[in-house]
């Protein structure tokens, strides 16, 4: 059975840095991209970031272009999420989720397992 487990959420002022961890079991890690997504009150579930098996391409949302970097380590089934620079409006429940197959997506329908998600919020 895979799982996937979401960590290092919490509450941070705007401006400020948080580092998300997710470790994946289950299945060979490092035959599969991951994938970062994000839902705030009352919204979709959007995409974030997403990387590919070896971690040689990754793609980000415009809106996070630029302060988030997505990093995995194949050793350890662990997928990261650095954020810099936070503001308000990224505020939400962040899902980590792994892809049906080795290639970067920014689908949602191309993630076939989900964590239960961690909560960021960042106070203006």
């Known amino acids: 059975q895979v799982q996937v487990v979401e960590s290092g959420g919490g509450l941070v002022q705007a401006g400020g840095s948080l580092r998300l961890s997710c470790t994946a079991s289950?299945?060979?890690?490092?035959?599969?991209?991951m994938g970062w997504f994000r839902q705030a009150p009352g919204q979709e579930r959007d995409f974030v970031a997403t990387?590919?098996?070896?971690?040689?391409?990754?793609y980000y949302a415009a809106s996070v272009k630029g302060r988030f970097t997505i990093s995995r380590d194949n050793a350890k089934n662990t997928v990261s999420l650095q954020m810099d620079s936070l503001k308000p409006e990224d505020t939400a429940v962040y899902y980590c989720?792994?892809?049906?197959?080795?290639?970067?997506?920014?689908?949602?329908?191309?993630?076939?397992?989900w964590g239960q998600g961690t909560q960021v919020t960042v106070s203006s």
């Open positions: 989720a792994t892809a049906r197959s080795t290639i970067a997506t920014t689908q949602k329908v191309s993630y076939d397992y």
């Open positions: 289950g299945r060979t890690f490092s035959s599969y991209a």
């Open positions: 990387i590919n098996w070896s971690g040689s391409n990754t």
